[in-house]
């Protein structure tokens, strides 16, 4: 359904208000896109892995936290060795 418009004052408000809705919408898309970069930086996977491994090893059996915990030590001395 179109709007009919009586005055030119009417029509201006209408854009002005279109354009603070646009510029709205594309801070929006801004914010999404950084909050994406940095979801996905190296840092940040990571930073979640390493908090999932210690939630599982947490709600883990005794066995289990032990084979866990021997894997990252390896790997962390064989990192260790490696930047020697």
């Known amino acids: ?5 009586s005055s030119f004052e009417e029509i201006n408000g209408d854009l ?5 809705k646009r510029e ?20 940040r996977i990571i930073k979640n892995t390493f908090s999932l491994l210690i939630g599982q090893v947490r709600n883990s059996g ?3 936290a032990l084979l866990i915990t021997s894997i990252l030590k390896y790997f962390f001395n064989r ?6």
């Open 1 to 5: 359904m179109r709007k009919s418009y």
């Open 79 to 84: 990192k260790k060795s490696n930047n020697k």
């Open 62 to 64: 005794g066995l289990q």
């Open 16 to 20: 002005q208000i279109l354009k603070v």
């Open 24 to 43: 709205l919408h594309y801070q929006k898309i801004l914010s999404s896109a950084d909050d994406l970069k940095e979801g996905l930086s190296p840092e």
